[in-house]
């Protein structure tokens, strides 16, 4: 019999960096959770993907058990590491701060394409082209 689901919880985490402070600690602390264990578990997952915040979905049982399923870090993420800048403009339709290849755009759609609500890569792409478009970054 499946065990029943109390709660799924929702957080995004520098990888590799997940302690028990805030956020993480008071949020499963109300679940009843073993935050240190959790925070080793995701630590240990994550360790490979430094420098990003990992979006996870965490679900709590109501026999004080959980399971994690990590997602790819968000789209915006990715471009600023693959355009090099470190932040997008305040102004995306005016200044441009950097521009991208369609291969570059593909490597990045084909890394997320699994949280993406998208049939094909090429809709992935058309996703990821508009998260560029909108930090004012150009595709060529």
Avoid: W
């Amino acid at each position: 019999m499946a065990k029943k689901i109390k709660a799924i919880v929702k957080l995004q985490i520098p990888a590799g960096q997940a302690t028990p402070a805030p956020p993480v600690g008071p949020v499963l602390a109300q679940h009843g959770l073993n935050i240190a264990e959790f925070c080793q578990k995701f630590n240990d997952a994550t360790k490979d993907n430094q420098g990003f915040k990992i979006p996870v979905e965490i679900k709590v049982f109501e026999d004080r058990t959980y399971d994690f399923n990590l997602k790819q870090p968000p789209v915006s993420d990715l471009l600023k590491k693959i355009a090099g800048i470190e932040k997008g403009s305040g102004s995306p339709n005016k200044k441009k701060v950097a521009k991208i290849t369609n291969a570059q755009l593909k490597e990045v759609a084909e890394k997320k394409f699994p949280d993406l609500n998208a049939d094909d890569i090429e809709a992935a792409m058309k996703i990821v082209k508009g998260t560029a478009k909108n930090m004012g970054i150009e595709v060529e």
